[in-house]
Each structure stands twice: as structure tokens, then as C-alpha cells.
């Protein structure tokens, strides 16, 4: 089984960074893209950053210009360094992995992370 652990959410000011990183490990052969979504109270789960295998990414309008997604192909480990933070950024941030394919394996699947809770404070 794929398993994705997320860490370094907490609590900060308004005007702070926190850095996220969401390690895969499973037997793992490749994985297409890997991203971070983020989910308020009361709102619907949203895209933040994605990063494919080769490097291209793409941000939500509201992080662009605050928000960076790198990833270690090797490592399978994607990290978002979220800097200038703002209050309605509060939310829990899931980590995702799209199209995985492990060893052994004919499918690709998703997997998803438990999420990390990140608060804002203004």
C-alpha cells in the first residue's frame, strides 16, 4: 500500500511561512504529478500547487506569487513553502499523488494523505 505523511503545519501569524512536506513511500516505480490541496471549514476541498514528474507547476490564483511547490523525484517527496501567509489561508492541507505506479504493478492509482491543519492568525 501507498502511504503519503505530511508534516510541518502549525500555527503562525499573518505575514509568516511554514514550510509542508509529504513523503510516499510503498514500493513505488513513478508518480505523474504531486500537489497540495487545502479544505476550510465549510468550503469544498481546493487545488493549491501541483508539480509533475518533470518539473512544470501550476498554483491557484490566490497563492501565486507566496507559494512555492518543489519536489524530489528520488525521494518522492513534495514540499510547499507557503510564505506572507494570510488568515484565509487557514485550512487543512492534503497532500495528493496522481497516477502512481508501484512495482509490480498494471494501474495506475491516486492517493491521498491525512492532511495537516495550518492557522493563520491575524
Known amino acids: 500500500q501507498v502511504q503519503l505523511v505530511e508534516s510541518g503545519g502549525g500555527l503562525v501569524q499573518a505575514g509568516g511561512s511554514l514550510r509542508l512536506s509529504c513523503a510516499a513511500s510503498?514500493?513505488?516505480?513513478?508518480?505523474?504529478?504531486m500537489g497540495w490541496y487545502r479544505q476550510a471549514p465549510g468550503k469544498q476541498r481546493e487545488l493549491v500547487a501541483v508539480?509533475?514528474?518533470?518539473?512544470?507547476?501550476n498554483y491557484a490564483d490566490s497563492v501565486k506569487g507566496r507559494f512555492t511547490i518543489s519536489r524530489d523525484n528520488a525521494k518522492n517527496t513534495v514540499y510547499l513553502q507557503m510564505n506572507s501567509l494570510k488568515p484565509e489561508d487557514t485550512a487543512v492541507y492534503y497532500c495528493?499523488?496522481?497516477?502512481?505506479?508501484?512495482?509490480?504493478?498494471?494501474?495506475?492509482?491516486?492517493?491521498w494523505g491525512q492532511g495537516t491543519q495550518v492557522t493563520v492568525s491575524s
Open positions: 508539480i509533475t514528474s518533470g518539473g512544470r507547476t
Open positions: 495528493n499523488a496522481d497516477r502512481v505506479l508501484r512495482y509490480s504493478a498494471s494501474s495506475y492509482l491516486d492517493y
Open positions: 510503498g514500493s513505488i516505480f513513478s508518480i505523474n504529478a
